[in-house]
């Protein structure tokens, strides 16, 4: 599949402006000037400017080679994200600092010595010149401006705190962080090449191998157009500057990503939350690229003349490919320096292994020595084999809630300056539910995480069923977060010859319907039900008596939103089997407190009425 590329005239103009008018901005840069500020501000600001060159600075051999070390042993490897320092955000809540292979905490004080600080602020980032002014405007509140903080000392973020009321909060703050790196990046590449010119003597070190440093994953094109959007407003001041000129290519986003006649209008469905994550365009099948000039900004250029690639994962693993695929790129993503990973917790309900493969396609070295811009300014720590890029790269993991596939995903790039992790606390949901609605929580004791899918089996299979299929209870509604567990059940159930339902995300409409009638009517005694076509359809289901939580649900409000359903009767149970490993789904349902207490407690049984 052919990437996407503007049109001659588009690319021609914006290469031509490109060496003019960024070299200008470079020289502003240089120079260190912030406008009207004292001189205590702008030798703080020039201070805090450094943190972009100290980060991505060149290495001689000797640091090269003692990173190489720390980095390849296996024992700071496992040590590479041990608990670090703790300490409060203002704006944000708990935070933990995991330790990098060569990182000092905020305080420079050894970890070891010092285990929490009361509060911590991040430093105040310096901006580049050309934004500097809009930044303000654009970021909104105090909130997004302290997580722009957190952003500017290039250590991993793990937020999982991502409002979906508020999508444009923390949204703000990363599309700031992104053109305010691109236009350093592309300034100090700029300003070098100029001389360069002057002295071919001078050798600079200032770059990666392809052009595009900064990739936004994002799940709908609905968001992309938020981000986008944005983005423009920073760059070129799109629809903030009254004398600003048009994005280019701006027609044609509109009509691929703005909300089309054909899309919910959000009042059709009754579920606030659905109308939350759907509003607008929802294609899952998307990726643009775009770069800046002096003045304008480009939509739609080819990836390999981009600085910013926005995308969601399906779009890019259709480029990406497989092996043994013939027409294949992934060369484009050789030097991405800022992995935004945005509404994860979307991307956990398409197909997860997109997101993965597409990420394991970062920082490798090109397999096609064309595509590179200029191997004598290519950063030597990029050029090690294999590449140390990863290790440099900021990745940046936004969701409604933890999960451990974004915990490895935000751990997995290995920046050797660490990882600030934001630790939510929660209430639960318990307060949500009706008062004599019998609820019983088992706990699953399990040897190992590897064999928790087959204990979870077997004591649901020897407790739970038979204590329905017993006493032949009926409309039992049985919840599965994991498509891999709702067919083992599906299986064992056939093989039983069980009197069920079922509904997933491949069900079709009209089975559907069928299913929730037979629920309804009393037809079948079980209906087995997926988390995920939960999560794309929220519809409203009658004649539940009794509730079987197989997992629990990822999405916390899943749980009072599903025990609404249940028909008002003295009989009606719910019964939630949990394993220690589920205990960042726990705590979300019960709250942060009652989840330390109940894996620790010796019943393994907990009720709440």
């Known amino acids: 599949m052919a990437l996407d590329k503007p049109t001659p005239a588009a690319d021609e103009d914006s290469a031509d402006e490109d060496e003019e008018s960024l070299a200008d901005d470079a020289a502003v840069e240089g120079e260190g000037s ?16 450094g943190r972009f060159a100290a980060h991505f600075g060149d290495r001689d051999e000797e640091q090269i080679a003692e990173l190489k070390e720390r980095l390849g042993n ?46 911590y602020t991040p430093p105040e980032a310096a901006m580049h010149p050309r934004i500097a002014e809009r930044v303000g405007a ?40 992104a053109v305010n790196h691109v236009l350093k990046a592309r300034a100090q590449v700029l300003r070098n090449s100029k001389k360069v010119k002057k002295d071919s003597d001078q050798e600079y070190r200032d770059q990666g191998f392809t052009r595009p440093t900064v990739l936004i994953l994002a799940p709908y094109k609905s968001v992309a157009h938020r981000i986008v959007t944005l983005i423009a407003e920073l760059a070129v001041g799109d629809g903030v500057d009254p004398g600003a000129k048009p994005v280019r290519n701006r027609a044609r986003f509109e009509s691929d990503f703005g909300a089309g006649e ?51 994962p399906l779009g890019l693993r259709l480029i990406v490919g497989s092996d043994g695929e013939e027409r294949r790129d992934f060369d484009f993503l050789s030097s991405i320096e800022l992995l935004v990973v945005d509404q994860a917790e979307s991307l956990l309900m398409q197909n997860w292994q997109h997101t993965v493969d597409v990420v394991n396609h970062i920082n490798n070295t090109p397999t096609n020595p064309s595509v590179v811009s200029d191997f004598t ?23 409604a809630f933890a999960a451990p596939e974004l915990n490895r995903l935000s751990r997995g ?63 039992v509604f049985v919840y599965i977060e994991s498509y891999f567990d709702f067919v083992r059940l599906r299986n064992h159930f056939r093989r039983e010859e069980m009197s069920f339902a079922q509904i997933c995300e491949y069900t079709s409409t009209s089975n559907v319907s069928r299913a929730r009638s037979y629920l309804f009517h009393g037809e079948r005694q079980f209906m087995l039900y997926t988390g995920r076509f939960h999560y794309h359809n929220r519809p409203r289901l009658r004649g539940i008596k009794h509730v079987i939580f197989y997992g629990l649900p990822q999405y916390a409000e899943f749980y009072p939103e599903l025990l609404s359903y249940v028909s008002a009767d003295d009989e009606a149970t719910v019964t939630a089997l949990y394993t220690k490993y589920d205990a960042l789904c726990l705590q979300r349902i019960v709250g942060t407190k009652r989840t330390s207490a ?12």
């Open 598 to 609: 109940m894996l620790k407690a010796e019943s393994s049984v907990h009720v709440f009425v």
């Open 377 to 399: 300014r290519v950063r030597q720590w990029a050029l090690e084999v294999p590449s140390m890029a990863r290790f440099f790269r900021q990745t940046v993991v936004l969701s």
């Open 138 to 177: 654009v970021m909104g509140d105090e909130a997004a401006a302290e997580f722009f903080g957190h952003l500017s000392t290039y250590r991993d973020v793990l937020y999982p705190s991502r409002s979906i009321d508020d999508p444009e909060g923390i949204m703000r703050a990363y599309t700031a962080h």
């Open 34 to 49: 912030i406008g009207e500020a004292t001189a205590a501000e702008a030798a703080e600001a020039t201070a805090l400017a």
């Open 74 to 119: 296996a024992a700071a490897e496992a040590s590479h994200h041990k608990p670090g320092l703790k300490a409060t955000s203002r704006e944000h809540g708990p935070i933990q600092f995991t330790a990098g292979s060569v990182w000092a905490p905020p305080d420079r004080a050894p970890v070891a010595e010092k285990k929490r600080v009361a509060v």
């Open 262 to 312: 054909d899309d919910p209008d959000e009042a059709q469905h009754p579920n606030g939350g659905y109308r939350a994550y759907f509003d607008g365009n929802c294609d899952d099948c998307f990726r643009v690229g775009m770069n800046f000039t002096r003045t304008t900004m480009n939509l739609y250029t080819d990836f390999y003349h981009s600085d910013i690639i926005v995308a969601s």
């Open 413 to 475: 790039g290995g920046n050797y300056e660490g990882c600030v992790e934001f630790r939510p606390q929660f209430t639960g949901q318990l307060e949500y539910i009706p008062s004599d609605l019998h609820q019983a929580f088992h706990r699953i004791e399990c040897t190992a995480l590897a064999s928790s899918a087959d204990e979870r089996f077997e004591f649901f299979v020897k407790k739970v069923l038979p204590e329905f299929t017993s006493k032949e209870r009926q409309h």
